[in-house]
């Protein structure tokens, strides 16, 4: 059983630059593929960068390629979101999800509460 925790959200500016956190808790944190999602109001959730057991493997959803970046600390069972330039689209709850090799982003293995983040323009 994995626990996912996430935090840093808030209120912010267009340009501003905010830092998400998810905090795991249970056994090997470490073997999982951990992604961050978000759904804004009226929209389904959506993809937005997950990172492999080593950060040579990371992928990005488009629209926050070179903005966005996703990084973890094993030692800390934590995921980070460093988001950077953001827009208005940006506002959305966004969540830490954990999966195994043998599951998948359509559904993973564990889902975290969410943080709001909203981004006034």
């Known amino acids: 059983q994995v626990q996912l925790v996430e935090s840093g959200g808030g209120l912010v500016q267009a340009g501003d630059s905010l830092r998400l956190s998810c905090a795991g808790s249970g056994r090997a944190f470490s073997s999982y593929i951990m992604g961050w999602f978000r759904q804004a109001p009226g929209k389904e959730r959506e993809f937005v960068a997950a990172?492999?057991?080593?950060?040579?493997?990371?992928s990005y959803a488009d629209s926050v390629k070179g903005r966005f970046t996703i990084s973890r600390d094993n030692a800390k069972n934590t995921v980070y979101l460093q988001m950077n330039s953001l827009k208005s689209e940006d506002t959305a709850v966004y969540y830490c999800a954990a999966r195994s090799s043998g599951s998948s982003w359509t559904r993973p293995d564990y889902w975290g509460q969410g943080t709001q983040v909203t981004v006034s323009s």
């Open positions: 990172i492999y057991w080593s950060v040579d493997s990371i």
